[in-house]
């Protein structure tokens, strides 16, 4: 039964790698980046689980973490094209 959980955790990440690589914008393949790191933190679990070592969870958790915020740094430097954030010269929340 794990096995076929494992079997169809790598057709889904096969499926998020093509959409990473024909994604019509940049927030697709992100989006994708972050669907195959996800897959992966399940896969780890699966494998886990199959070989008796649940010192795996800990290293899915800590692939989880690391994607996450991987994705949030991508995705601000996308944005504002620097991880620092908006330029302090912008006033966006002035009528708040």
Known sequence: MFIAAALAILATMVLALVRAFIGPS???RILAVNAFGTKTVL???VLGYLTDRPDFIDVALVYALINFVGTIAVMK???YSSLAGPPADRDDFADL
């Open 43 to 45: 896969l780890i679990a």
């Open 26 to 28: 940049v927030y697709d």
């Open 77 to 79: 430097f996308h944005k």
